[in-house]
């Protein structure tokens, strides 16, 4: 129960990495608030956490955290309801395919607004929640902010440009987050996931091809699940991992080694 008192915020918590996240989050003792841009997912993952609890450890919040209004709602909501935020997990995104000179300014503006302003909007509005309850507490209790980077952050893949961009913004804007809110106790992190059997990467892991493309090219030769990324950000997020912020952590079965 590492997480016990705990309050913690999962964007993109409707499927994949961010579900996996607020499960085992709240199996660990967090209230856990659920952000995302689909209702009906998020209740979903609402009640399959709460029906195994004596008491509702999970609500749910609708947003686009893309959207600075949106973002100004949440945060509002947060303060309003639980006054202080321990945990803060910047999970959403997504992708499209295609190639640089045949990306369109809408389509670069939406991954980039997915993947990298969400995590600048909402580290901004909630981090000033933080920072305002550590100094409130002069820096007793550690809090943490992980954010979702990915492997193409560190090695760009083919026919993402505006994913690995916005993605290696990840990996260099938890660094600077993480010096400005050391002072105040307040940790960020970012995680990196290889290939993971999430609903963005559904379609391509269909492809037998594209699977054993996967397998020989990744050390331990698998896909990996999201809740061996979920075991990685629980750590990061934990008092455990408490001498560690600004770093990245590979998740990847070893695919830049190989």
Do not use: C
Request: proline share 2%; net charge neutral.
């Amino acid at each position: 129960m590492r997480f016990s008192q705990n309050i913690a915020l999962i964007t993109g918590a409707g499927s994949g990495i961010g579900k996996a996240t607020a499960i085992r989050l709240a199996d660990e003792g967090a209230k856990v608030i659920l952000v995302g841009r689909t209702k009906s997912k998020l209740e979903a993952v609402a009640t399959e956490i709460n029906r195994t609890k004596r008491i509702p450890m999970a609500e749910i919040f609708q947003a686009d955290v893309s959207d600075e209004e949106d973002v100004k709602e949440l945060a509002e909501y947060v303060n309003i309801h639980f006054g202080d935020l321990h945990i803060l997990i910047n999970n959403a995104g997504g992708s499209k395919h295609s190639k640089i000179l045949e990306t369109t300014g809408k389509d670069w503006d939406y991954v980039q607004n997915a993947n990298l302003r969400s995590v600048f909007l909402v580290s901004k509005m909630l981090g000033r929640l933080m920072v305002k309850k550590a100094q409130e507490e002069h820096g007793e209790h550690g809090r943490a902010i992980v954010n979702v980077a990915s492997l193409s952050g560190h090695q760009a893949g083919a026919h993402i440009p505006h994913y690995s961009a916005a993605k290696a913004g990840v990996i260099n804007f938890t660094r600077a987050l993480a010096l400005e809110l050391a002072p105040y106790k307040v940790r960020v992190n970012s995680i990196s996931p290889g290939f993971i059997e999430t609903p963005l990467t559904e379609n391509g892991l269909q492809n037998e091809r594209f699977v054993k493309a996967i397998e020989r090219n990744t050390a331990l030769g698998r896909v990996g699940k999201v809740e061996e990324i979920a075991n990685v950000i629980a750590f990061v997020a934990s008092d455990e991992a408490s001498y560690m912020t600004g770093i990245d952590v590979l998740v990847d079965g070893g695919w830049l080694i190989k």
